[in-house]
């Protein structure tokens, strides 16, 4: 059984870390909760025993009752270890090797997965020498789940609230993954791209990048190094992701070319231009009374240039048709060489562009296979699983 150290810092979100630790348990996981002295004010250490079945640590000098370095030996039998919420106090010790209670020194002697999820006023999170903290622990492995933004306790509104539950309960089942993608590397491109007519107008298309950077994020997750290459989206890059911003076509195929030769695993998740306009116009095009038209030349497929260079990769490439979708998404499949290629019905309720969900279909050499709707995360890790099978 896999064992997840849960420790809380004093904030008001500590109630959160109730209904963690009782997910945590539904998972099947081991959970041992580790508490400062002032998160007691807020959740009893009892309550949280009353769910786990162990002792809630709070003090190191517990050891005295049992004669082992307690700290010590759960450093060693954890798998993972959350804190959440993390005060800012908490955070300036642990990035600064301050071990001075049973949470601190717990979490400097454990050589796990750490996670940190932050709980503090917006003008502490946004501090400099918070921020500062925040990226040592980062350089030094430590994962961190992003603060939300809202109103806080302290009456103030803006980025600083606990993360969800459910974002929390994800993060620690993510590094309790099995690391299947170690030493492997993985391309893969998301968004659309930006084909200029001008110098403010372009042509252009829906995707939000959304299910490429899940899987960005999800292969980084699984232990590959990962290189994504991104047409324009409003999304953060993803931690640790080799990310490339590219605007056209043209652009995206350049980059993947120069990445293709030495990766294992790559995904085409872009929703990439199949036109771009023959000539971009220096200057901004002036309307007249008449009609226009803009001719337009093909782009390079980049998923079929892949298939037909391929050698030791595996390709995964995605199809969205609006009718004879299975007919249609085949014939993609074999017309590309793919491995693997995962066809997005657009007019599915919970599939699509803008949600966080999807629905789609796997399709192999050997068949096809109808998923249920999924969060684009979950989907993320079932596409890379069947890419590593093919
Ligand atoms: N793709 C690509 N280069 C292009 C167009 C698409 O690499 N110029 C890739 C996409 O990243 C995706 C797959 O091809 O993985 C399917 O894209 P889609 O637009 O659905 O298919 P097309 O081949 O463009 O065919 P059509 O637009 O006629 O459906």
Same mark, same amino acid.
Do not use: H, W
């Given at each position: 059984m896999k064992t997840v150290i849960v420790g809380i810092s004093s904030s008001v979100a500590?109630?959160? $870390?109730v209904q963690l630790v009782s997910d945590l348990l539904k998972e099947g996981l081991d959970v041992e909760v580790?508490?400062?002295?002032?998160?007691?004010?807020?959740?009893?250490?009892?309550?949280f025993s009353s769910l786990t079945k162990h002792k809630t640590y709070v003090n190191t000098f517990d050891r005295v009752e049992n004669y082992d370095v307690e700290h010590i030996s759960l450093a060693k039998k954890a798998d993972v270890f959350i804190v959440a919420p993390a005060t800012a106090n908490v955070i300036a010790k642990l990035a600064n090797g301050i071990a001075e209670d049973m949470l601190t020194t717990t979490f400097l002697a454990c050589d796990?997965?750490?996670?940190?999820?932050?709980?503090?006023?917006?003008?502490?999170?946004?501090?400099?020498?918070?921020?500062?903290?925040?990226?040592?622990?980062?350089?030094?492995?430590?994962?961190?789940v992003e603060p939300a933004t809202g109103l806080l306790?302290?009456?103030?509104?803006?980025?600083?609230?606990?993360?969800?539950?459910?974002?929390?309960?994800?993060?620690?089942?993510? $590094?309790?993954?099995?690391?299947?993608?170690?030493?492997?590397?993985?391309?893969?491109?998301?968004?659309?791209?930006?084909?200029?007519?001008d110098p403010v107008r372009f042509i252009s298309n829906h995707s939000s990048g959304?299910?490429?950077?899940?899987?960005?994020?999800?292969?980084?997750?699984?232990?590959?190094?990962?290189?994504?290459?991104?047409?324009?989206? $409003?999304?953060?890059?993803?931690?640790?992701?080799?990310?490339?911003?590219?605007? $056209?076509?043209?652009?995206?195929?350049?980059e993947v070319k120069k990445h293709f030769d030495e990766v294992d695993y790559v995904v085409m998740s872009a929703a990439?231009?199949?036109?771009?306009?023959k000539n971009v116009a220096s200057q901004k095009l002036k309307k007249s009374d008449d009609d226009m038209s803009i001719e337009l030349v093909r782009n390079p497929d980049i998923l079929k240039y892949l298939g037909e260079h391929k050698t030791k990769q595996k390709i995964c490439g995605f199809a969205m048709e609006t009718e004879n979708q299975l007919e249609n998404a085949t014939k993609k499949f074999f017309g590309k060489n793919c491995d693997l290629l995962v066809l997005n019905d657009l007019f599915e309720k919970g599939a699509g562009f803008k949600g966080d969900t999807n629905v789609v279909t796997l399709i192999?050499?050997?068949n096809n296979e109808k998923l249920e709707m999924m969060s684009k995360e979950e989907l993320s890790y079932v596409i890379l699983n069947k890419l590593m099978e093919v």
């Open positions: 500590a109630f959160k $870390s580790i508490e400062t002295k002032n998160a007691t004010e807020f959740v009893t250490p009892l309550q796990c997965e750490k996670i940190i999820a932050p709980a503090m006023n917006t003008k502490m999170y946004e501090n400099p020498i918070t921020q500062e903290n925040i990226e040592k622990l980062k350089k030094y492995g430590v994962k961190f306790a302290c009456g103030d509104e803006g980025k600083g609230k606990l993360a969800s539950v459910d974002d929390l309960k994800e993060a620690v089942l993510s $590094s309790l993954r099995e690391k299947k993608l170690a030493g492997r590397k993985v391309l893969i491109t998301a968004g659309p791209t930006m084909e200029a007519i959304k299910q490429g950077y899940a899987l960005a994020k999800a292969a980084k997750n699984l232990g590959a190094e990962v290189t994504l290459v991104s047409g324009p989206v $409003s999304i953060k890059e993803p931690y640790g992701v080799n990310t490339i911003k590219v605007k $056209s076509a043209l652009e995206m195929f350049e990439v231009a199949d036109y771009r306009p192999t050499k050997e």
